[in-house]
């Protein structure tokens, strides 16, 4: 079961975090800080995988943004790893060659195609294209309701509602 899903930059700074059971704020941040500052101190030819607090955190560098997955100890690494994977390769397809301020500027969306992918700790659907036609079904219902929005307020703005 996957515990948490945390992207972050070289520098250090946290660009999305995805807990996957409950957790107290402060004990998130302080675990995604310890996480944060023991990964970007391994050099770059070790391992992938890290014990920690008893759960295994399984990360991968994808040029300037790490994602980093905590699972089970029991679960297979070399699986995450493809979790991972999947996950950026739906996230290039999705933004068009997805970079840092892709996710910065539309988190929501990196969310929500998360969320489509792992829901509740569990993957949810492994298949990339039935990940993106779900979310782009939901941009284009978002799309058609700020239509909606945009017409309705220039009828009340001329009383004719």
């Known amino acids: 079961m996957y515990k948490f899903m945390i992207l972050f930059s070289r520098q250090g700074k946290i660009r999305l975090t995805k807990w996957f059971h409950s957790i107290p704020d402060k004990e998130g941040r302080k675990i995604s800080r310890d996480i944060v500052s023991n990964i970007l101190q391994r050099k770059p030819k070790m391992s992938n995988f890290v014990d920690f607090m008893g759960m295994k955190v399984v990360y991968k560098r994808y040029a300037s943004l ?96």
């Open 66 to 161: 790490y994602f980093c997955c905590g699972v089970d100890e029991d679960e297979n690494e070399l699986e995450v790893l493809e979790v991972i994977h999947r996950y950026v390769e739906i996230l290039d397809k999705y933004f068009g060659s997805v970079c840092e301020l892709d996710i910065i500027f539309n988190y929501e969306k990196a969310y929500f195609v998360l969320d489509e992918y792992i829901l509740a700790g569990l993957l949810q659907e492994s298949s990339k294209k039935k990940v993106l036609s779900a979310i782009e079904a939901a941009d284009q219902m978002q799309e058609e309701d700020q239509e909606q929005e945009v017409t309705r307020s220039i009828l009340e703005e001329f009383g004719l509602t």
